[in-house]
Structure formats: C-alpha cells, structure tokens
T-cell receptor, first 116, second 115 residues
Framework: AQSVTQLGSHVSVSEGALVLLRCNYSSSVPPYLFWYVQYPNQGLQLLLKYTTGATLVKGINGFEAEFKKSETSFHLTKPSAHMSDAAEYFCAVSRNYGGSQGNLIFGKGTKLSVKP | AAGVIQSPRHLIKEKRETATLKCYPIPRHDTVYWYQQGPGQDPQFLISFYEKMQSDKGSIPDRFSAQQFSDYHSELNMSSLELGDSALYFC??????????????FGEGSWLTVV
C-alpha cells in the first residue's frame, strides 16, 4: 500500500534562503509523485510531478524535486524563497500505477512561512 | 485557460439536511475526482468517474453519492448531513489518455458548513 510522510508540519525560512520541504513515500509499485501548493482558502495547484524518466523534475515558480528511489524520497526545493511562497505544500503519491492517476494519497502537509 | 468549475463555492446546511455540489471539468476531460478536506487536514479521495462510470472509490460515506452526466459534469449528493461533514470539497478532472500524462487539475473547492 502507498503512503506519504512529510517531515515537519511547519517550516520557516528567511526571504532569499533555500527552501527544503521533505517528503518520503512508500509504494508497492513504481510511484507517481506530486507536489501541490495550497494558498489560504484556495484550491490545490500542481507544482510538479514525477512519473517516469528524469529524476530531477522542474516545476512552476522555481521549484524542483528529485526522485530518489534508494531513499524513497521526493523532496521539494527552491534556491531562494520569496514572500509569495508562503503557503501549505502537499506531497502526494498516486494509488494506481498507470491509467488514471487521480486517486492520490496526500501527506499531512507542510506550512511554509517566509520571514522578511 | 478554462479550469475546473465548482458550485456553489460556499454552502451552509443544517444537520440532517441534504446538499448537492456540482463540478464542471475542464473541457474534453473525461475523468472527474472528488476529494474532501477537513479543517487542517489533508485531502481525502472520495470517488472518481471515467466516461460516466464510477472508476474508483475511496472513503466516501454511504450517505454520499455521486454521478457523472452525459456532458461530463458531476454532482456529489450528501444526505443526512452531520457536523463532521463540514469541509472543503474539491473536484478535479483529467484526461486519462491525454498527452499531459493524466495530470489532474483541481477546482477552487466548495466550502460546506453544517450547523
């Protein structure tokens, strides 16, 4: 069975500092992995996803994540935080391999705060 | 670009009442998903439909039902509402055979408050 663990429910960084949000997964099949961002009172926006191929995935807003099978990790990074990055970030893994990937298991979320 | 449209955006109901949420997927998307996100919680998958047939089922209560219509919009019907049903309900859509690699796109959500 698939599962997702996000380490740290709250992360605070200074503006311009590196952002690192941690995600570890468990999957019995090759995983499809996702990072979503949710701003207050808004929907979920896809930042990036990994299905197959290149393990370093680049997403929107300068974010990227690296799939490391040996570590079962899919950490999200951004070299320089911006105030507008303050939001909640969810890591997710698809329950299904192939076909429809929309049945997602989400982590508990990490709230990112950015200090001026 | 057109996004997933959900209505109503906010809904207040009393206990034991019935509520219906509507979802209009991105044009040409054939699959719709419903998620429930309780306050401070992660989203939980409820149910999905592909080409108007139920394709997957998650933690949807028996009091809830859903369907996808011929125009691909979907409705989530919730009966005998309980206080614990208060949540943000997301609809998402995707094109299973699309070049986007089945990326799912979420709507803004419908806030249901049960009082």
């Amino acid at each position: 069975a698939q599962s997702v663990t996000q380490l740290g429910s709250h992360v605070s960084v200074s503006e311009g500092a590196l952002v690192l949000l941690r995600c570890n997964y468990s999957s019995s099949v090759p995983p499809y992995l996702f990072w979503y961002v949710q701003y207050p009172n808004q929907g979920l926006q896809l930042l990036l996803k990994y299905t197959t191929g290149a393990t370093l995935v680049k997403g929107i807003n300068g974010f990227e994540a690296e799939f490391k099978k040996s570590e079962t990790s899919f950490h999200l990074t951004k070299p320089s935080a911006h105030m507008s990055d303050a939001a909640e970030y969810f890591c997710a893994v698809s329950r299904n391999y192939g076909g429809s990937q929309g049945n997602l298991i989400f982590g508990k979320g990490t709230k990112l705060s950015v200090k001026p | 670009a057109a996004g997933v449209i959900q209505s109503p955006r906010h809904l207040i109901k009393e206990k034991r009442e019935t509520a219906t949420l509507k979802c209009y997927p991105i044009p040409r998307h054939d699959t719709v998903y419903w998620y429930q996100q309780g306050p401070g919680q992660d989203p939980q998958f409820l149910i999905s439909f592909y080409e108007k047939m139920q394709s997957d089922k998650g933690s949807i209560p028996d009091r809830f039902s859903a369907q996808q219509f011929s125009d691909y919009h979907s409705e989530l019907n919730m009966s005998s509402l309980e206080l614990g049903d208060s949540a943000l309900y997301f609809c998402a859509s995707s094109l299973v055979a699309g070049a986007s690699g089945n990326t799912i796109y979420f709507g803004e959500g419908s806030w249901l408050t049960v009082v």
